[in-house]
C-alpha cells in the first residue's frame, strides 16, 4: 500500500509517533516538572539514537563536517529545545487535546518560513491546505 522508501511513509509514521508522543507526554508530566520530564525524554533520545547509529554503522566524526553543516544542525537542536520545554510546559497546564493541535501550527509556520527563507513556492491548492490547518487549529484552541 505504501512504499517504505518513499518520503510519504515516513512522515506518516512521523506523525504517529508524534501524536504517541503528545498522550506518552501529558501521562508522564502529570507528576514531575516539565523541565526534568523534557530532560528525562532528551536523555532517551539522546541514548537511542546513539545505540541505532553506532549499530548501523552510521557513525562519523561529526566535527569533521562542514561548518555551515554543522552551524545549521546547532541552530535546528536548539530551536527543537525550545520547542520540547514549551511543549512540555503547554502539556503541564493544558488539555492534551488543546496543546497538541497549536503546536501543529508549525506546519503553516513552516510553509511561511519556507517561503520566506528558502524561496519554496507552494501551489494555491497547497496554500489552501495550509490556510485550513490554520483555522484548524484556531477552531480547536478555542475553549468550548
Given amino acids: 500500500m505504501?512504499?517504505?522508501?518513499?518520503?510519504?511513509?515516513?512522515?506518516?509514521?512521523?506523525?504517529?509517533?508524534?501524536?504517541?508522543?503528545?498522550?506518552?507526554?501529558?501521562?508522564?508530566?502529570?507528576?514531575?516538572?516539565?523541565?526534568?520530564?523534557?530532560?528525562?525524554?532528551?536523555?532517551?533520545?539522546?541514548?537511542?539514537?546513539?545505540?541505532?547509529?553506532?549499530?548501523?554503522?552510521?557513525?562519523?566524526?561529526?566535527l569533521a563536517l562542514p561548518g555551515r553543516t554543522l552551524a545549521f544542525l546547532v541552530l535546528s537542536a536548539l530551536a527543537a529545545a525550545a520547542s520540547w520545554v514549551c511543549y512540555f510546559r503547554a502539556l503541564k497546564l493544558g488539555d492534551v487535546a488543546q496543546v497538541a493541535p497549536v503546536d501543529k501550527l508549525s506546519l503553516v509556520l513552516v510553509a511561511v518560513f519556507a517561503f520566506i527563507f528558502l524561496g519554496e513556492?507552494?501551489?494555491?491548492?497547497?496554500?489552501?491546505?495550509?490556510a485550513l490547518v490554520a483555522a484548524g487549529v484556531v477552531l480547536m484552541a478555542l475553549r468550548r
Fill in 121 to 130: 513556492r507552494p501551489a494555491g491548492r497547497e496554500w489552501l491546505g495550509i
Fill in 2 to 62: 505504501f512504499d517504505t522508501a518513499g518520503w510519504f511513509f515516513w512522515a506518516l509514521m512521523s506523525a504517529a509517533f508524534a501524536a504517541l508522543t503528545a498522550i506518552f507526554a501529558k501521562l508522564g508530566v502529570d507528576a514531575v516538572d516539565a523541565d526534568l520530564a523534557t530532560l528525562i525524554r532528551t536523555l532517551v533520545i539522546v541514548g537511542l539514537l546513539g545505540l541505532f547509529v553506532w549499530a548501523t554503522g552510521k557513525w562519523s566524526n561529526p
